[in-house]
């Protein structure tokens, strides 16, 4: 089925004639720094992305990558704006079934105009057949560009390539793109199967010791460089930072809201000691201000540490949660990142 026709799409033709009188100004080119590596350990797909873009990670199914954060929102609704920018983007679809290619094509098509895009081709990558489509849209800041790909590595999984630019630059970044391309990785799944014959149990993921940073519009801090973090959406910022690969019931939570109605520290515990049902809360610092936390089990064998300080009108949520048997694998690494949190 095609996705819905987007109203973005619908008001293009209205609004290029509105704005394209301002479109002399030339699209700067997204800068690129160093390529490093996006490494998926579930689906086992990787690629190189640019390390100035902003990342936005879904372990075991998406890495996005974007030359500024505030060109996500038009990547979303693909319509008019001064802003402009790029995206790159993998992502891995698990297949239960025989998988139909041409049905997956269609669903990620953005516009409803079949002349956009290009008639499918095959290409090489990672070592096998792929196909690819391009597309083209005439925005007023600009021409839009895009390239999509989808592979196979084996019957478990498919995965996309997407690259995409705004503003007329897609051109100038394609050389880059293409060493990106060279570097992927193609997604599989192989189940984890249990070992009921008495052999060598599997290895605990364990948090890593080294640790990468974060820095958000109203928090910074350092999570495990095997973690990846994921913007959750909702409040004024919510991430969250789970292990790549690792166990769903382990994770760092830092969430954002506006406390301009209500930033008296006690009692938004008090409040929050009724909602998780928790005896008791005990001091402490976060970022340097007054804080708070209490700890429950929100299910069985898994402890939650949740952590509220105030700054200003914003409320600081930061909740660390674990498997309560494995606490000394993950615990001292989780309030070591606790420790780095930096309030804005």
């Avoid at 199914?61 to 060109?71: D, L, P, T, V």
């Avoid at 080294?210 to 004024?236: E, I, R, W």
């Avoid at 382990?250 to 928790?278: F, H, M």
Wanted: charged share 25%; net charge positive; proline share 4%.
């Amino acid at each position: 089925m095609k996705r819905p026709f987007h109203l973005g799409m619908a008001l293009v033709a209205a609004s290029m004639a509105i704005i394209v009188s301002a479109c002399g100004k030339k699209a700067e080119v997204p800068p690129i720094a160093d390529l490093d590596t996006y490494e998926d350990k579930s689906m086992n797909f990787s690629i190189k992305f640019p390390k100035n873009w902003k990342g936005a990670v879904e372990a075991g199914k998406r890495a996005e990558y974007y030359s500024a954060e505030n060109i996500m929102q038009r990547f979303r609704e693909y319509n008019e704006s001064e802003i402009t920018g790029a995206k790159m983007a993998i992502i891995a679809n698990k297949l239960e079934g025989a998988p139909n290619l041409d049905s997956i094509i269609d669903a990620t098509k953005i516009f409803q105009d079949a002349s956009v895009y290009s008639t499918p081709e095959k290409v090489q990558l990672d070592g096998v057949e792929a196909t690819r489509i391009k597309y083209a849209y005439k925005y007023a800041d600009g021409e839009f560009k895009g390239e999509r790909y989808f592979a196979m590595k084996d019957s478990t999984a498919v995965t996309i390539i997407e690259f995409e630019s705004f503003g007329g630059t897609f051109d100038q970044l394609h050389p880059k793109f293409e060493e990106m391309l060279k570097s992927v990785k193609l997604a599989y799944y192989k189940p984890v199967v249990k070992d009921t014959t008495g052999g060598k149990p599997a290895e605990v993921f364990k948090p890593a010791e080294s640790l990468a940073s974060f820095d958000g519009k109203n928090f910074s801090m350092q999570y495990p460089t095997n973690f990846s973090g994921k913007n959750m959406g909702g409040g004024l910022e919510t991430v969250q930072f789970q292990g790549i690969g690792g166990p769903a019931d382990c994770i760092i939570n830092v969430t954002v809201t506006d406390a301009s109605k209500q930033n008296n520290l006690d009692r938004i515990v008090e409040q929050n000691k009724k909602l998780y049902k928790a005896a008791s809360s005990s001091a402490a610092k976060l970022g340097g201000e007054t804080a708070a936390f209490i700890e429950d089990m929100p299910v069985k064998d898994v402890r939650r540490r949740t952590y509220f300080a105030v700054k200003g009108n914003k409320l600081f949520k930061v909740t660390l949660q674990w498997f309560k048997p494995e606490q000394e694998i993950f615990l001292p690494t989780f309030e070591k990142c606790l420790g780095s949190v930096s309030l804005k």
